[in-house]
């Protein structure tokens, strides 16, 4: 198998991974030209003139804004529709990697040496080829386009901003260094108490079954009081870590709330200056407001892909490395 996730995607699914990439960059224009239209929306709805000139044809205002608003309904449309076909494609994907990973696993085992069983748990092999598994097929769906799509979908956004207005675009990028530096670092500590906590719960679900497996001696030796002493003590240390994990996650919460509700504080300020002393239309300010409001959805998912890969990659090469067993049996030994 594979060493890494990336090495086993694009050992199966190269020719996937550069379909979605290019249908990826293909959607960009069409959101670059989505957001433009309500700026010329609102600049014609306040606009003193009562006719347009238009592929040299003079139409009225409101005809003028009735073709505008159409324009931006099938922008509305196509965008939508690059969204579900790639999102398709995608659980497409991961849902066909993960089939396979799986059946890879599963014929491994069948290979695995009788004596292996004796001191690995069947539980714990159920538990990798089932449930961990699960985060590592949603990201292979996503190993490239997601990375392409919100990035670029970020930078067509900053773009825009940028050539609207640059000390907008400016306030718009101010923030983004701040949220990039501080939210993952905390991201990364919830996620280790995660994993802790998960190892917490293994080992306490160990507990358990030794439990029921050693319940007659257990009453014999009149010992209940220490089980449960012992199962008060791991229960407590679950319960630390999910209220740490609670305080910590809800603190990234407000601090990205009040970073991201920041940045709309300087475009009413500069941007209002900058329209009060005509440096700058309406249509262009309230197209500003309108895009970075579409900001939060591409950088949330970034950061947290990120923080996935991290998760995922280690996750991949820790199954590989409990399937990679000596004395395993020749695969043609199966048939």
Known sequence: MAPSVYGFILQYSRREQIYLVIITLISFPFLYVSLQIPKY?????TGKTSSKELFGLDISQDSYLLLLCGAFLAFIVINGWFKLHINVKKGQL????????RYELYERLLRFPLHHFDRTAPGAVIAMMTGELEPVGGFIGEAFALPISQGGTLLTIFLFMFVQDPVLGAAAVASFPLQGYFIPKLQRIIRRLGRERVQKVRRLSDRIGETIAARREIRANNSAAYQLADAAHRLGEIYDIRFEIYNRKFFVKFLN????????FFFYAIGGYLVIKGQLSLGALT???AAYK?????WKELLDFYQNQQDVAIKYEQVVEQFNVPDMLDRHQLT
């Open 94 to 101: 991961g849902e066909r990697m993960l089939r396979r990973l």
């Open 257 to 264: 709330s009040f970073i991201n509700n920041l940045t709309p």
């Open 287 to 289: 197209a500003v407001i």
């Open 294 to 298: 579409e900001l939060s959805s591409p």
């Open 41 to 45: 929306i609102v600049n014609t709805i």
